[in-house]
Nanobody, 114 residues
Framework: VQLQASGGGTVQVGGSLRLSCAAL????????MYWYRQAPGKQRELVAS???????TYPESMKDRFTISRDSAKNTVYLQMNNLKPEDTATYYC?????????WGQGTQVTVSS
């Protein structure tokens, strides 16, 4: 499975971005897709996850401004980010899990400027 992430960029405080990540290759019906992020000098943290049936979960700190969704027919996951803050600046990674194996994308940079 290969993951292709896109949609990152530089946005001003309060702006929005929508990230996309497509899973290519042999995928499986039962899978979970995730978004993580990693800021410089910090550990990678979970932003959101979504099952192939569309059920999404978020850490408490991510619930208000981030929305994960997916198009299962296209094996693509999205992350809608609203009201962005400087602390959201990070490299955002998608992850695809299936049959006990994690597959990671290359990351896409999001920079929020004040």
């Amino acid at each position: 499975v290969q993951l292709q992430a896109s949609g990152g960029g530089t946005v001003q405080v309060g702006g929005s971005l929508r990230l996309s990540c497509a899973a290519l290759g042999k995928t499986f019906t039962a899978n979970i897709m995730y978004w993580y992020r990693q800021a410089p000098g910090k550990q990678r943290e979970l932003v959101a996850s979504i099952l192939n049936n569309g059920a999404a979960t978020y850490p408490e700190s991510m619930k208000d401004r981030f929305t994960i969704s997916r198009d299962s027919a296209k094996n693509t996951v999205y992350l809608q980010m609203n009201n962005l803050k400087p602390e959201d600046t990070a490299t955002y990674y998608c992850k695809f899990w299936a049959r006990g194996v994690d597959y990671w994308g290359q990351g896409t940079q999001v920079t929020v400027s004040s």
